[in-house]
């Protein structure tokens, strides 16, 4: 909106309050001289869910170790860009706010189907490089918030290989029994292929939902044990500092 805001006004005989409570004066404005009043203004920043939040997908962010992957400590190398802690330079974006798009292990480049919810991505670095960019985060007043994918996991994740490996265990018409593999009940099992979001479940006679993708298997969030599962693992990320959740495809939760 304040983008906008700016293409309709610049040269006008008009002042604006920003989003963070600096007045704006547009006459004879340009959009550098805009920018300038905002990062060199003072702040007046409530401290709470409203932020300038910037996106960054750390894949392709800044790579610090010459391996064509960025990575965690490419981004902290990089954090004076978005902000460098001085709200009198006008040399950074001065956004408050960073979302991490998925940062746990995965098999795939955009790390939207999770195979480890309590680790960093090994391209990307480990649990201390991240700790380290959530200290220099705060020490600049950006809070982190980090995208969490729970409707589904990796096809490579424990949960779901262990309980296809069960399924593929059983005989003709034999039932599942959770009490001998929990994980059976972490999924949307079915002998039947109800839809074509449906897939075969390995070597078994079971199917499996998939609404995004047959490598995204769908989670059944009614599942007390799977609910307790993110108790446990918001708990952890919470512990290493985070300011909280993004929670990816919340429609698709049920």
């Not at 401290?47 to 170790?65: I, P």
């Amino acid at each position: 909106t304040g983008v906008l805001l700016v293409g309709l006004v610049l040269g006008a005989n008009y002042e604006a309050v920003s989003p963070i409570g600096v007045r704006l004066d547009f006459e004879n404005a340009t959009a550098q001289s805009l920018m300038q009043q905002l990062n060199t203004a003072d702040e007046n920043v409530i401290d709470d869910k409203y932020r300038t939040f910037y996106e960054v997908f750390v894949y392709s962010f800044y790579d610090s170790d010459g391996n064509g992957i960025g990575d965690l400590q490419g981004l902290i190398d990089k954090l004076d860009y978005i902000n460098d802690g001085d709200p009198a330079t006008d040399t950074d974006l001065g956004c408050n706010g960073i979302w991490l798009m998925p940062i746990m292990p995965s098999p795939t480049y955009h790390k939207y189907d999770i195979s480890d919810y309590e680790n960093i991505d090994e391209q990307y670095g480990t649990i201390d490089d991240f700790k380290q960019l959530i200290e220099a985060c705060h020490k600049r007043g950006i809070r982190v918030i980090i995208d969490f994918p729970i409707n589904h996991t990796s096809s490579k994740h424990p949960w779901f290989t262990q309980a296809v490996e069960y399924l593929e265990g059983l005989s003709d018409g034999q039932q599942p029994d959770s009490s001998v593999c929990p994980y059976v009940d972490y999924y949307n099992f079915t002998t039947d292929q109800l839809s074509s979001v449906y897939y075969k479940a390995g070597s078994s006679n079971w199917y499996y939902e998939g609404k995004f993708w047959s490598e995204m298997p769908d989670l059944n969030l009614d599942c007390e044990a799977v609910r307790a599962e993110f108790d446990e693992i918001t708990s952890f990320w919470m512990d290493l500092g985070i300011d909280g959740f993004r929670m990816d495809g919340a429609k698709e939760y049920f």
